[in-house]
């Protein structure tokens, strides 16, 4: 039986590079697979970056289906009136575009274009996706964020970074129309956006996927039981620290999410996966790529120097303490939204 995988990135063209380098790594690690779709949602993305797309598919054989994402800016935008986040629509446009897209098996993975690919996905082919819309794996957030969104603290709450969708599941669901009617008369806007509407709708419907295919940086930045601790998170609505030490030995899929470390892709970073980011972009066709420069704010600069020269003891309660005050900001944001 051939194994074909089914891609889905967003893009806009700032983080076109960042996203080539996903798809570069994601290429060379699965050479093995029959076929490998890549179906790019193109956020006016420039016409170099697009032929470097073209090319880095080309490199290995693959196919690159560019999808024009002009209608579902105007149905985000005009016909739902929601508000974009930081300044872009890119993060909607996997919600809108799913229905659209035509496949030749029945899922198609979803990745955020800051995971970096380091094995097979070939396991993800055959999936048992039984009778959900979707597999995903816990987010590593807050507890008490999901009181916002009045998902009860029990309850499992994943993240979207890494989604397998259940293509055939996702039409005969509708699940397009129900976001778009919630989007119409409950709510028109989240905080995390596409993940929080996930969660909102389908979370009863979502298989769990084991935490190797999206590990999130923040257990090698603060360590595991203190990111266990830090956030509230238990076993019943978590992974056990023993199923978070297994991933964290060799994950397939890291997720290099933000911190006071800074990003890979920005110049002065000290995020653990920078080693890992620049091996694969020195092989990729954005190897000339210059990294960014970030104009940081103070608290930025604060907590950074406190986590660099402080003892992990007592540099978590603080951090702590930082993250209480961010779910209050963030609580006031959410607030906002809901009125709009």
């Not at 603290?153 to 979207?160: A, E, F, I, S, V």
């Not at 620049?278 to 092989?283: A, E, H, R, S, T």
């Not at 930082?322 to 779910?327: P, S």
Request: hydrophobic residues 35%; negative net charge; contains cysteine.
């Amino acid at each position: 039986m051939s194994k074909i995988l089914n891609v889905l990135y967003q893009s806009n063209d700032y983080y076109a590079p960042i996203t080539g380098v996903s798809l570069t790594s994601l290429m060379m690690h699965n050479q093995d697979l029959d076929e490998i779709n890549v179906y790019l949602l193109n956020d006016e993305i420039s016409e170099d970056n697009l032929k470097k797309f073209k090319e880095a598919c080309d490199d290995y054989g693959r196919k690159l289906i560019l999808i024009d994402t002009k209608k579902i800016l105007i149905k985000l935008r005009d016909e739902l009136k929601v508000s974009p986040f930081k300044g872009t629509y890119t993060t909607y446009f996997k919600l809108i575009s799913v229905k659209d897209l035509d496949l030749p098996t029945d899922r198609v993975l979803q990745l955020d274009g800051d995971t970096i690919i380091t094995g097979p996905l070939a396991e993800l082919c055959e999936f048992d996706l039984e009778d959900v819309v979707l597999a995903a794996t816990y987010d590593c957030t807050m507890n008490g964020y999901k009181t916002l969104i009045d998902i009860p603290l029990t309850d499992k709450y994943y993240n979207g970074g890494v989604l397998l969708i259940n293509h055939k599941k996702w039409l005969e669901e509708d699940c397009e129309g129900q976001i778009v009617e919630h989007l119409k008369h409950v709510r028109n806007g989240y905080y995390t956006v596409d993940q929080d509407i996930l969660n909102v709708l389908f979370r009863d419907q979502i298989k769990y996927l084991d935490l190797k295919y999206n590990f999130n940086s923040g257990f090698y930045i603060y360590g595991i039981k203190e990111s266990l601790r830090m956030y509230d998170l238990k076993d019943e609505y978590y992974n056990t620290i023993e199923e978070v030490k297994e991933a964290y030995k060799q994950p397939i899929v890291y997720h290099c999410m933000g911190a006071m470390t800074g990003r890979p892709w920005e110049q002065n970073s000290i995020h653990p996966q920078n080693n890992l980011f620049d091996q694969y972009l020195k092989v990729s066709r954005w190897k000339d790529f210059e990294k960014v420069a970030v104009n940081r704010k103070m608290i930025f600069k604060l907590q950074r120097f406190l986590y660099q020269v402080l003892p992990r003891s007592l540099y978590i309660p603080f951090h702590k303490q930082g993250q209480k005050a961010y779910l209050k900001k963030m609580d006031k944001v959410v607030q906002e939204i809901s009125k709009e």
